[in-house]
């Protein structure tokens, strides 16, 4: 599972997929956002961020980091975009969620008042020195670090779910509350957060522009062969032309390794993308003789103990003792004591 979860989320890193996913998951195949606007997340923790800001406070240890990170640039603005893999049903995800945007939130407070504070020191070297100096932070913005007039920068948290069985985990944190009975008049005062949940049932992969649509439409069919062979002659032409990122997350995802093994003579030229079915049909190929060798080995193995045994049936018809029958064993087909005495045992 642990390889699955990394393979999935070194594809969904790549610009252009990340891209395909929010812009078909959420706004419906519009072009919202842009591979060119995204940048990797800034690689800053939150114990750094504290300890930069002059706060004795430490983070937890041990503390999970996001899956994959984007940051998606707006002119002088952005959004913080975090997706999260799910293969299983985690019952307390909108807790872990929630825990997530708090920790980027509280990053990006931490460096706001790092700033704030550390102009508001020079405003005031500035002032003692009768130069021009910058607005002084009021006390109450003093005591928060922000500005009246500053705003955060908005975090979006996905999680992606393509596990096999049906999504039956909270949405929401009052999900994982108990607000029934006598808890139920506190229901209007607490504080509620809903996750962001993406299945394969609700994609629409037509609509990807990507890789990602053959990704999820396989992960969609993988467990029937006839849909997958349905989709495959469907989407032949695309199939036949895939790129190699996403022909090996599919290779890992579908728990089909052994395509990986018939890639490089399945290229369309040198260096270039992969056909797909090509591959399928020569690692069905590959299977087949496997099997049909295995076949023959095992038919003759059954052949040669069909035979034994009905030489040693032979002689205990005519009353000749094992220890004469072993004897016979040994010479006509070449094998030990011990293999004798246990066809003997068999019989």
């Not at 093994?261 to 797909?276: L, T, W």
Request: with cysteine.
């Amino acid at each position: 599972m642990g390889e699955k979860n990394n393979v999935m989320c070194e594809y969904l890193s790549k610009p252009e997929v990340f891209a395909d996913f929010v812009n078909v998951g959420y706004f419906h195949g519009k072009k919202e956002i842009l591979p060119q606007q995204l940048s990797g997340s800034r690689q800053v923790s939150y114990a750094e961020a504290e300890q930069r800001a002059g706060s004795r406070r430490k983070s937890g240890k041990g503390e999970r980091s996001r899956d994959v990170v984007k940051i998606d640039h707006r002119g002088r603005k952005y959004v913080i975009i975090g997706i999260e893999n799910q293969q299983m049903v985690h019952y307390a995800m909108p807790l872990r969620c929630m825990e997530y945007d708090v920790r980027e939130y509280r990053n990006q407070l931490s460096l706001l008042k790092e700033k704030n504070l550390r102009e508001d020191k020079e405003a005031r070297k500035n002032t003692e020195k009768g130069k021009k100096a910058k607005r002084r932070l009021s006390p109450q913005e003093f005591l928060s670090g922000m500005k009246k007039e500053d705003k955060l920068n908005p975090v979006v948290t996905i999680v992606f779910y393509h596990g096999k069985n049906e999504y039956d985990g909270c949405i929401r944190l009052h999900d994982m509350l108990d607000l029934e009975g006598e808890n139920s008049i506190f229901r209007p005062y607490t504080a509620d957060y809903k996750m962001n949940l993406i299945t394969l049932e609700d994609f629409e992969e037509e609509k990807c522009e990507s890789g990602l649509r053959e990704l999820i439409g396989f992960l969609k069919c993988r467990q029937s062969k006839e849909k997958m062979q349905e989709y495959c002659l469907k989407n032949k032409e695309r199939i036949q032309n895939m790129d190699e990122d996403t022909f090996d997350t599919i290779s890992v995802m579908l728990d089909k390794r052994e395509l990986l093994e018939v890639k490089e003579r399945c290229r369309n030229d040198e260096g270039g993308a992969i056909n797909m079915c090509k591959a399928m049909e020569d690692w069905r190929k590959e299977l087949l003789n496997e099997g049909t060798a295995r076949g023959i080995s095992q038919g003759i193995s059954q052949g040669i103990s069909q035979g034994i045994e009905a030489f040693i049936a032979e002689f205990r018809e005519e009353g000749r003792s094992d220890k004469q029958i072993a004897a016979k064993l040994i010479k006509r087909f070449s094998l030990s004591e011990a293999e004798a005495e246990g066809y003997l045992k068999k019989a």
